[in-house]
């Protein structure tokens, strides 16, 4: 948290008139069967658009401009929600490396946007419209230009391919809609502020097929831009090695919703091998040193100074508060908001600025937003703080909800902290609910604010030697060394030559 203001199915009558008997469908079935069909190639008429990469038609419920529109929406909601990496050097690389990559895609002329995500989850991801995005997380385990490029050509591939919308054609189509998943279910959804098709399009996972295409069009755009094509096949491998996990602000990492193909290593590099015979005496560029020089000062890993967990409490230095958080309950910490789901992810709190100026004006906007019954509510001090308390239930599509409710005046902030079930669960939450809201107080312990985070820091070998060795007077643990070697793509008695730039871990 930044300090920052159904299925399709037929249901046919059981009785009634005589079924014809050659057909054996009722006459009113026959009727119906034929508007459907009728309907269905009506909207295939005008729904048919070529694709860009393939040059074939297909069926598309999302025009070019409909594309536009959500991208331009989605971005917002990530923005918002995960927030923007603040370098504004390494932002503008990352645009120049992508638009070099637009140039020779098959979408050049459109506006493609290309930021850097304030997160240190291993991902990498596009929105259709145009917009690209890369973590720095992800940024941290690259080595080069080349593999930079690879991976921002898949992801422009994707974009130019169309297949997110390819994959939110196919959601309506069938009417199922679009879910975040086990660890987001609709009802947190509903006070964490997700659009319906927006941010969701982040949790859609691309096909096996898409990935094959997107690896191809990585291959081919970086090519044509003048990198090293197979270098696109060194980020696989790190990924690999590194199994990433999602992150503590909840956003999904790449094999999460990048589906691994088979063979992907082997057929990205016979694609760039292809791509060079093809084209004799094209240029190459790896550029290792200009891009590592690029990441130094990089923040790496969680960002204590957003927020941080230690032991059972949540601080956030800048801010300047805490919290108890109960024992078994994940905090999922973005940019706008602190999401805490208990352990059987039936249970919730959440703690978001308000955009209201007093704690009354705030809680009667989210009873009347929410159309939500208020079983009590009384103003009182809680910690220092002036706080309206609610104790409410609503009604939703998953059920009938109850929960707390605590709006706090801190400064010139509002902050809402809510928490809620099912009502069916609410007895068996509502003690450790009630404990954490409550516990809501100002942070004063310096040890606690002062905090720094991890950095990557670029060095440069002195001798030639192994990789364990050039580590050695940094004193790092066992496993620190194991993430620094993967962070270079290499083994800890792999040889590195005198002058070779690294990448270590430092504060």
């Given at each position: 948290m930044k300090n920052r203001n159904k299925k399709i199915y037929s249901s046919w009558p059981a009785g009634g008139q005589a079924h014809n008997q050659k057909s054996g469908r009722h006459p009113g079935q026959r009727l119906a069967l034929a508007c459907f069909l009728g309907a269905l190639l009506i909207i295939a008429s005008l729904s048919c658009a070529v694709n860009p990469v393939t040059q074939k038609r297909e069926f598309m419920l999302l025009s070019p401009s409909d594309e536009l529109s959500l991208g331009q929406q989605t971005n917002t909601e990530i923005?918002?929600?995960?927030?923007?990496?603040?370098?504004?050097?390494?932002?503008?690389?990352?645009?120049?490396?992508?638009?070099k990559l637009v140039s020779v895609s098959h979408q050049p002329d459109l506006p493609f946007n290309f930021q850097i995500m304030d997160s240190p989850v291993v991902n990498a991801f596009a929105v259709p419209g145009g917009y690209v995005y890369v973590t720095r997380g992800i940024l941290a385990y690259l080595n080069d230009e080349a593999e930079l490029a690879g991976t921002m050509g898949h992801e422009i591939g994707h974009v130019a391919a169309r297949h997110s919308a390819q994959l939110y054609t196919r959601a309506q189509a069938a009417q199922i809609g679009l879910s975040i998943g086990a660890a987001m279910s609709k009802t947190v959804q509903k006070f964490a502020g997700l659009a319906e098709a927006g941010l969701n399009v982040l949790f859609l996972s691309f096909s096996r097929d898409h990935e094959r295409q997107a690896d191809d069009l990585g291959v081919l755009y970086s090519s044509k831009a003048g990198y090293e094509g197979d270098h696109l096949a060194n980020m696989f491998v790190t990924l690999e090695k590194l199994n990433p996990s999602s992150g503590k602000d909840g956003l999904p990492t790449w094999l999460s919703t990048h589906p691994n193909p088979p063979n992907r290593i082997e057929a990205v590099k016979k694609a760039a091998a292809d791509w060079k015979a093809a084209n004799p005496g094209a240029v190459a560029?790896?550029?290792?040193?200009?891009?590592?020089?690029?990441?130094d000062g990089l923040v790496f890993g969680d960002d204590p100074r957003q927020g941080y967990v230690d032991g059972q409490v949540f601080y956030h230095p800048g801010l300047k508060f805490q919290f108890p958080v109960p024992a078994g309950w994940?905090?999922?910490n973005t940019a706008s908001q602190v999401q805490i789901i208990s352990a059987k992810e039936d249970a919730a709190m959440i703690l978001t600025l308000a955009s209201e100026k007093t704690p009354d004006e705030a809680a009667q906007v989210f009873v009347d937003s929410n159309k939500a019954s208020v079983l009590s509510s009384e103003l009182k001090t809680v910690n220092g703080f002036e706080t309206r308390k609610l104790k409410f239930?609503?009604?939703t599509e998953e059920g009938n909800l109850a929960g707390l409710a605590n709006f706090i005046k801190k400064d010139d902030r509002v902050m809402m902290f809510l928490g809620y079930s099912l009502e069916s669960q609410f007895n068996s939450y509502s003690e450790a609910i009630s404990a954490t809201l409550n516990g809501f107080k100002a942070l004063a312990d310096q040890t606690k604010i002062n905090v720094k985070p991890e950095r990557i820091k670029i060095i440069k070998a002195d001798r030639t030697d192994s990789l364990a060795n050039i580590l050695k007077p940094y004193s790092f643990n066992a496993d620190k060394q194991k993430q620094i070697a993967i962070m270079n793509a290499m083994e800890l008695s792999d040889k590195v030559g005198a002058g070779t730039l690294l990448k270590i871990i430092t504060k």
């Amino acid at each position: 948290m930044k300090n920052r203001n159904k299925k399709i199915y037929s249901s046919w009558p059981a009785g009634g008139q005589a079924h014809n008997q050659k057909s054996g469908r009722h006459p009113g079935q026959r009727l119906a069967l034929a508007c459907f069909l009728g309907a269905l190639l009506i909207i295939a008429s005008l729904s048919c658009a070529v694709n860009p990469v393939t040059q074939k038609r297909e069926f598309m419920l999302l025009s070019p401009s409909d594309e536009l529109s959500l991208g331009q929406q989605t971005n917002t909601e990530i923005i918002g929600m995960y927030g923007v990496y603040q370098d504004a050097a390494l932002n503008e690389y990352i645009s120049t490396v992508g638009q070099k990559l637009v140039s020779v895609s098959h979408q050049p002329d459109l506006p493609f946007n290309f930021q850097i995500m304030d997160s240190p989850v291993v991902n990498a991801f596009a929105v259709p419209g145009g917009y690209v995005y890369v973590t720095r997380g992800i940024l941290a385990y690259l080595n080069d230009e080349a593999e930079l490029a690879g991976t921002m050509g898949h992801e422009i591939g994707h974009v130019a391919a169309r297949h997110s919308a390819q994959l939110y054609t196919r959601a309506q189509a069938a009417q199922i809609g679009l879910s975040i998943g086990a660890a987001m279910s609709k009802t947190v959804q509903k006070f964490a502020g997700l659009a319906e098709a927006g941010l969701n399009v982040l949790f859609l996972s691309f096909s096996r097929d898409h990935e094959r295409q997107a690896d191809d069009l990585g291959v081919l755009y970086s090519s044509k831009a003048g990198y090293e094509g197979d270098h696109l096949a060194n980020m696989f491998v790190t990924l690999e090695k590194l199994n990433p996990s999602s992150g503590k602000d909840g956003l999904p990492t790449w094999l999460s919703t990048h589906p691994n193909p088979p063979n992907r290593i082997e057929a990205v590099k016979k694609a760039a091998a292809d791509w060079k015979a093809a084209n004799p005496g094209a240029v190459a560029a790896v550029n290792r040193d200009q891009y590592l020089r690029k990441l130094d000062g990089l923040v790496f890993g969680d960002d204590p100074r957003q927020g941080y967990v230690d032991g059972q409490v949540f601080y956030h230095p800048g801010l300047k508060f805490q919290f108890p958080v109960p024992a078994g309950w994940k905090v999922n910490n973005t940019a706008s908001q602190v999401q805490i789901i208990s352990a059987k992810e039936d249970a919730a709190m959440i703690l978001t600025l308000a955009s209201e100026k007093t704690p009354d004006e705030a809680a009667q906007v989210f009873v009347d937003s929410n159309k939500a019954s208020v079983l009590s509510s009384e103003l009182k001090t809680v910690n220092g703080f002036e706080t309206r308390k609610l104790k409410f239930a609503l009604k939703t599509e998953e059920g009938n909800l109850a929960g707390l409710a605590n709006f706090i005046k801190k400064d010139d902030r509002v902050m809402m902290f809510l928490g809620y079930s099912l009502e069916s669960q609410f007895n068996s939450y509502s003690e450790a609910i009630s404990a954490t809201l409550n516990g809501f107080k100002a942070l004063a312990d310096q040890t606690k604010i002062n905090v720094k985070p991890e950095r990557i820091k670029i060095i440069k070998a002195d001798r030639t030697d192994s990789l364990a060795n050039i580590l050695k007077p940094y004193s790092f643990n066992a496993d620190k060394q194991k993430q620094i070697a993967i962070m270079n793509a290499m083994e800890l008695s792999d040889k590195v030559g005198a002058g070779t730039l690294l990448k270590i871990i430092t504060k």
